[in-house]
């Protein structure tokens, strides 16, 4: 089946720092799989951060990025310098090409952004 | 933001009772899938539909769920006889595409 692993526990990071969560992920499907990355803050929905659908292709919104490499089937979200308002959960998913599809989650990964 | 619908948002049982959640998707999203989230924050597939018919579900809710998506009404999930590890977040998401929409989901506790 697909599986997805991420960075675990919590990453603290100081405001105006770089941050990066690490996401590999194994899939049985002979298609390239659709990478999304997700985020819930605190007393909120799980939003959809941003999404890339075709390999080598980057995706990118509100400052964060997740390039989508084949290779070394890695999806890392990244951003250059993070704010308070970072500080949420973040989740990596897998999902195929059909819209009926479910998604693979990975485990989240909690962000605390001090001032 | 997300306008998918659903309700309860807290739900609490006992053992053996019965717990019914329900669902309104986004406008124009013919899908629409269920999830559980668990205290460890795993996410378990339960089942999707697509309009009315169901596409995929696993054996957990071949057994002790229902699921239904109706024209005009909310979907829902219903257990029919909840277990303490049922306890849970019930996720409902839907979609037109390949990206899927959440909703705020139903917190239910199984005492």
């Known amino acids: 089946g697909d599986s997805v692993t991420q960075t675990e526990g919590q990453v603290t990071v100081s405001e105006s720092k770089s941050l990066i969560i690490n996401c590999t992920y194994s899939?049985?499907?002979?298609?390239?799989?659709?990478l999304f990355w997700y985020v819930r803050y605190p007393g909120e929905g799980l939003q959809l951060l941003l999404k890339v659908i075709t390999a080598g292709q980057k995706g990118s919104s509100r400052g964060f990025e997740a390039t989508y490499n084949k290779e070394t089937t890695s999806f890392h979200l990244q951003k250059a310098s993070v704010q308070e308002s970072d500080s949420a959960v973040y989740y990596c998913?897998?999902?195929?090409?059909?819209?009926?599809?479910?998604?693979?989650f990975g485990i989240g990964t909690r962000v605390l952004v001090r001032p | 933001n997300s306008k998918v619908i659903q309700t309860p948002r807290y739900l609490v049982k006992g053992q053996g009772q019965k717990a019914k959640m329900r669902c309104i998707p986004e406008?124009?999203?013919?899908?629409v899938f269920w999830y559980q989230q668990n205290k460890n924050n795993e996410f378990k597939f339960l089942i999707n539909f697509q309009n009315q018919e169901v596409l995929q579900q696993i054996d957990m809710t071949e057994k002790r769920f229902s699921a239904e998506c109706p024209s005009n009404s909310p979907c829902s999930l219903e257990i029919q006889s909840s277990e303490a590890g049922d306890s849970a977040l019930y996720l409902c998401?839907?979609?037109?595409?390949?990206?899927?929409?959440f909703g705020p989901g139903t917190r239910l506790t199984v005492l």
């Open positions: 998401a839907s979609s037109r595409g390949v990206e899927q929409y």
């Open positions: 899939t049985t499907s002979i298609a390239y799989p659709n």
């Open positions: 998913a897998l999902g195929t090409n059909s819209a009926g599809n479910k998604l693979t």
């Open positions: 406008k124009g999203h013919p899908v």
